[in-house]
C-alpha cells in the first residue's frame, strides 16, 4: 500500500506563492506516477499536475496557465507543487495522488492523501 501525506497549505495573499509537499511511503512508491487535485467548496475534484516516476515527464490543467509547477524528489520520496501568482480561485483542498499508471493518476488515481487547504485572500 502507498501511503501519501500532504503538507504546505496556508493562507496567502493574492499573488503570493506556496510550495506544497507530499512525503510518499511504500515498497514500490519510487516506480509510481505521482499528481495533484484540487476541490474547492461546492465543486468537483478536479486535476491539476502530474508527473512520472522519473519525472521526465508532466502534464497540467490547461486552466493554469504557467503558474505552478509539480517537481519530484525521488531520494525523498517526495512530490512537491510550486504555486505561484496565486488567486482566490485556487482555494481549494490540495490532494496528492499515485499510481502506477501516469495517464490513469490524471484521471482515477489508485491512492489518495488526506489533503492540505490553501485559502487564498483578496
Known amino acids: 500500500q502507498v501511503h501519501l501525506v500532504e503538507s504546505g497549505g496556508d493562507l496567502v495573499q493574492s499573488g503570493g506563492s506556496l510550495r506544497l509537499s507530499c512525503a510518499a511511503s511504500?515498497?514500490?512508491?519510487?516506480?509510481?506516477?505521482m499528481g495533484w487535485f484540487r476541490q474547492a467548496p461546492g465543486k468537483e475534484r478536479e486535476f491539476v499536475a502530474a508527473?512520472?516516476?522519473?519525472?521526465?515527464?508532466?502534464a497540467y490543467a490547461d486552466s493554469l496557465n504557467g503558474r505552478f509547477a509539480i517537481s519530484r524528489d525521488n531520494a525523498r520520496n517526495t512530490v512537491y507543487l510550486q504555486m505561484n501568482s496565486l488567486k482566490p480561485e485556487d482555494t481549494a483542498g490540495y490532494y496528492c495522488?499515485?499510481?502506477?499508471?501516469?495517464?490513469?493518476?490524471?484521471?482515477?488515481?489508485?491512492?489518495w492523501g488526506q489533503g492540505t487547504q490553501v485559502t487564498v485572500s483578496s
Open positions: 495522488a499515485a499510481d502506477p499508471i501516469f495517464a490513469r493518476v490524471q484521471r482515477g488515481p489508485e491512492y
Open positions: 511504500g515498497r514500490f512508491v519510487g516506480s509510481y506516477a
Open positions: 508527473i512520472t516516476w522519473s519525472g521526465a515527464s508532466t
